[in-house]
């Protein structure tokens, strides 16, 4: 079965630091992209960070300096280290894989980061 789970997430005040982590399960192909959308209540799900089989990354340009993402292939994770968080970080952090010669997009079922004022 395949599955990507999701965790890190926590509640952490304005200006401190969390790493999310997500571990693929059954995906039998190369995995092309990995990395992180979010979704904020009443808002559409967005990209963070994603980062591809070359190592090339892609940043929002509100977490750009702030965020960090990498990945470990041999153990089919993918991280994200998130510094200096702010208010309108809050959002379920969603991971995102896409894999294989058909480009097939996997989700995670999201971990809640809320950072307090």
């Known amino acids: 079965q395949v599955r990507l789970v999701e965790s890190g997430g926590d509640l952490v005040q304005a200006g401190g630091s969390l790493k999310l982590s997500c571990t693929s399960f059954g995906i039998g192909f190369s995995i092309s992209a990995f990395g992180w959308y979010r979704q904020a209540p009443g808002k559409q799900r967005d990209l963070v960070a994603l980062i591809d089989s070359d190592e090339v990354t892609n940043y929002e340009d509100s977490v750009k300096g702030r965020f960090t993402i990498s990945r470990d292939v041999a153990k089919r994770q993918v991280y994200l280290q998130m510094n200096n968080l702010k208010p309108e970080d809050t959002a379920v952090y969603f991971c995102?894989?896409?894999?294989?010669?058909?480009?097939?997009?996997?989700w995670g079922q999201g971990t809640q980061v809320t950072v307090s004022s």
């Open positions: 995102y894989a896409k894999a294989g010669r058909r480009q097939i997009e996997f």
